[in-house]
Nanobody, 124 residues
Framework: QVQLVESGGGLVQAGGSLRLSCAAS????????MGWFRQAPGKEREFVAA????????YYADSIKGRFTISRDNAKNTVYLQMNKLKPEDTAVYYC?????????????????WGQGTQVTVSS
């Protein structure tokens, strides 16, 4: 099946930047219906950013709007999350995921494949 592998996480000071990558393997598919989620200790997994199925529109959680940007390289089967102006509350494990037919981009139940996650820690 599809395998998704996140990378690019690490430790960064508040106000700094990181770029996460999600590389897909195991099959060829478009990366339009991809999304990013995150999960902090003791909290539920929450939506961060995603593409529409058409790949034309992007969606962002209010908590990161204006700071994070989702992008993709279809030739590389890779999706990116550029994170700027990071805050301590952004600390979490970040996951990429691939949706099925659902257009409900902010719901975890809409996604069929998930990566293992990459840790992002923002210090104050």
């Amino acid at each position: 099946q599809v395998q998704l592998v996140e990378s690019g996480g690490g430790l960064v000071q508040a106000g700094g930047s990181l770029r996460l990558s999600c590389a897909a393997s195991g099959r060829t598919f478009n990366t339009y219906a991809m999304g990013w989620f995150r999960q902090a200790p003791g909290k539920e997994r929450e939506f961060v950013a995603a593409f529409s199925r058409s790949g034309i529109s992007t969606y962002y959680a209010d908590s990161i709007k204006g700071r994070f940007t989702i992008s993709r390289d279809n030739a590389k089967n890779t999706v990116y999350l550029q994170m700027n102006k990071l805050k301590p509350e952004d600390t979490a494990v970040y996951y990429c995921a691939l949706r099925g037919t659902s257009a409900l981009v902010q719901y975890t139940s809409a996604y069929d494949y998930w990566g293992q996650g990459t840790q992002v820690t923002v210090s104050s």
